[in-house]
């Protein structure tokens, strides 16, 4: 494929840019996941364990749901270099529940060439589950 006219330099990226990327969690996804990363926490798999925790259910993994962070950093910056990534993880989320991941770019970092994105998850409720930021270098 040819990428070319999708990259982004350096002037492209403006302070207050924004992308969202959403999708619906199944349990297809944390099937998957877990048998990519081996992550076999039973609060993920396990109903009968998770039902007896805070969370009442199995939650999807943390990591999981955070990688939709991937894609608006990739929106935001296409073609550059993920860099860094805070995370800070502040409700759970359950399969059935629609996650929007938005990252705005909030800083340029002109002597490093790098940007500076604030990145969020929402649900369908519009709750905050994930925070964070994220640095992409700009080749």
Same mark, same amino acid.
């Given at each position: 494929? *040819?990428?070319?006219?999708?990259?982004?330099?350096?002037?492209?990226?403006?302070?207050?840019?924004?992308?969202?990327?959403?999708?619906?969690?199944?349990?297809? *996804?944390?099937?998957?996941?877990?048998?990519?990363?081996?992550?076999?926490?039973?609060?993920?798999?396990?109903?009968?364990?998770?039902e007896t925790?805070?969370?009442?259910?199995?939650?999807?993994?943390?990591?999981?749901?955070?990688?939709?962070?991937s894609a608006?950093?990739?929106?935001?910056?296409?073609?550059?270099?993920?860099?860094?990534?805070?995370?800070?993880?502040?409700?759970?989320?359950?399969?059935? *529940?629609?996650?929007?991941?938005?990252?705005?770019?909030?800083?340029?970092?002109?002597?490093?060439?790098?940007?500076?994105?604030?990145?969020?998850?929402?649900?369908?409720? *519009?709750?905050?589950?994930?925070?964070?930021?994220?640095?992409?270098?700009?080749?």
């Amino acid at each position: 494929m *040819d990428y070319n006219a999708r990259i982004k330099h350096w002037d492209d990226i403006q302070v207050g840019d924004t992308e969202r990327f959403a999708k619906t969690l199944t349990q297809t *996804d944390v099937t998957l996941w877990v048998g990519l990363t081996g992550d076999l926490n039973p609060v993920h798999i396990d109903k009968p364990y998770a039902e007896t925790t805070r969370f009442h259910d199995v939650i999807v993994p943390g990591l999981l749901v955070a990688g939709f962070i991937s894609a608006v950093m990739t929106q935001a910056t296409f073609g550059n270099v993920y860099s860094d990534q805070s995370l800070k993880f502040l409700k759970p989320v359950y399969v059935g *529940d629609t996650i929007t991941a938005v990252g705005t770019v909030i800083e340029k970092i002109p002597e490093k060439h790098r940007v500076k994105i604030k990145t969020e998850c929402f649900n369908q409720r *519009d709750e905050l589950v994930i925070t964070g930021e994220g640095v992409e270098y700009i080749l």
